[in-house]
């Protein structure tokens, strides 16, 4: 089985390729409101919405991993994947990663995209939606850098 | 061994967690001497570092992680590319109960919701 691209399965209606569709759009979606939010940070500021920022910006990642995983596996083992998507990996992006290394074929991040996606799993978590920190425009920038790398390495193809 | 999808989460000590360890104390020697209070194997090839060290007040997230950049590099890429999670705080952001990753990193069993 080759690696399925993130751009091979496009706008056609796919049934199978329901769950890779989902996650892919609702990635895409993330990507957006993280980007627009960004753009509203002022310089050299602390703010709410910086977090927001990498709030936003971790659910990218972890929607675009689980498309990648989904695409890369059999669409009758869907269902299955789906449960232990759900139940057993859920938004731990270190089980996600190791996941997809599990693969029948393996997909993993080059070294640089592994340091990327140690810096995300670092200053991310669901969590922060509670904490009230205000994180620094540039870290937030910083954050968004390294998801945006991550995102053209999945949709240029994984390889 | 046999290969499975989802191993066990928790904190195991390898060759690979015990060097990582070794070139962080020689970094910083007060260090705690237990191994698992700084670095652990949280799942096969998912390695995760927690520093605590009054050297990173003040510094953003990048610029901590330049000043143990020469630690990464000596590790190799290898035992580098496994390292998952990094922590870098300072002592007193460690007291704050409420920095979310450093619970998850004393609990890995623990629900990242």
């Known amino acids: 089985m080759t690696a399925e691209t993130l751009s091979d399965w496009g706008e056609e209606d796919h049934t ?10 609702s990635s895409s979606q993330h990507h957006a409101a993280a980007k ?5 940070c002022l310089p050299n500021a602390s703010s709410l919405m910086a977090t927001e920022v990498v709030y936003l910006g971790g659910y990218v990642i972890e929607c675009l991993l689980k498309a990648v995983l989904f695409a890369n596996t059999r669409p009758r083992k869907h269902e299955m994947l789906e449960r232990e998507v759900k139940f057993e990996i859920g938004h731990d992006l270190e089980k996600l990663r190791l ?7 393996p ?3 080059p070294i640089q995209h592994g340091r990327l996606f140690r810096l995300i799993n670092t200053q991310w978590h669901t969590n922060l ?6 994180m620094v425009t540039q870290e937030a920038q910083q954050f968004m850098d ?3 790398s991550i995102v053209i390495w999945a949709n240029e193809g994984v390889r | 061994m046999t290969k499975t999808k989802n191993p066990a989460a928790g904190k195991v000590q390898t060759k690979a967690t015990r060097t990582i360890y070794k070139r962080f104390k020689e970094k910083f020697p007060d260090l705690p001497d237990e191994v698992e209070e700084v670095v652990y194997q949280y799942l096969p090839g998912a390695i995760r570092v927690r520093i605590i060290h009054p050297s990173f007040a003040g510094k953003s997230f990048g610029e901590r992680e330049l000043l143990v950049a020469d630690v990464l590099t000596a590790l190799g890429e290898e035992i580098e590319g496994r390292i998952t999670l990094l922590i870098l705080m300072t002592p007193e952001e460690a007291k704050k109960q409420s920095r979310h990753m450093s619970r998850v990193f004393d609990d890995p069993t623990g629900e990242r919701l």
Do not use: N
Request: hydrophobic share 40%; net charge positive.
């Open chain 1, 146 to 148: 390294a998801v945006d």
């Open chain 1, 16 to 25: 199978e390729m329901g769950k890779v569709r989902e996650f892919h759009v």
């Open chain 1, 36 to 40: 627009y939010l960004l753009s509203a």
């Open chain 1, 129 to 134: 939606r509670y904490e009230g920190k205000r």
């Open chain 1, 99 to 105: 996941r997809l290394e599990r693969l029948r074929k």
């Open chain 1, 107 to 109: 997909i993993r991040l």
